[in-house]
């Protein structure tokens, strides 16, 4: 093949790839960079244009859980709502706050949130803070979606030994330290 052939070639295929890349529409194998990604669903999970996520938009989000407590834990965790404090187990304060879009991004809309431990569970179930779960507490802890009136009800008089109504820490399979 003589020069003139491989000139040909070469400018042959930057006319056919020039429309492509002019066009903005990436190539089939293109892969969107996370923050890309995340971006689009900031903008898509702001319902009121705000530039904040509050904790009504992020149940919709992609961060949100089948167990509701879950998802509450992941908007405090971006929203430094989780304090820790050494006299509490997982010392949370909760403030109605929201997140921002670098924030979004940075835990990946709350893919990348740290798991919480079952204290923290227990504690933002716990709405009355009696120290205790009833059924609709409980019903917090449970996967949303999966549990039926029935399958709750049983799971929770499973854990209730003493029949009072209420799971207290230790039912609940937490260790009390005094």
Not at 5 to 12: A, G, H, N, Y
Not at 45 to 60: C, H, K, L, R, T
Request: charge should be negative.
């Amino acid at each position: 093949m003589g020069r003139p052939m491989k000139t040909t070639i070469v400018s042959l295929l930057v006319a056919l790839s020039a429309p492509l890349m002019a066009s903005g529409t990436p190539p089939l194998n293109f892969k969107k960079p996370r923050t890309v990604v995340f971006l689009n669903f900031f903008t898509q999970y702001d319902v009121n244009g705000d530039q904040v996520i509050s904790e009504a938009e992020f149940q919709g989000t992609v961060g949100a859980s089948d167990v509701p407590v879950v998802t509450e834990y992941r908007f405090l965790y971006m929203t430094d709502g989780l304090i820790t404090d050494a006299i509490a187990p997982t010392g949370i304060i909760k403030v109605p706050l929201g997140i921002d879009l670098v924030t979004y991004v940075r835990y990946a809309g709350g893919l990348r949130v740290p798991k919480p431990s079952k204290w923290t569970l227990f504690e933002l179930a716990d709405d009355d803070n009696d120290g205790f779960l009833d059924p609709e507490e409980y019903a917090l802890t449970r996967n949303a979606v999966a549990a039926t009136n029935g399958s709750l009800g049983k799971s929770f008089n499973k854990l209730d030994k003493n029949d009072d109504g209420l799971i207290s820490p230790t039912e609940y399979g937490l260790n009390i330290k005094v």
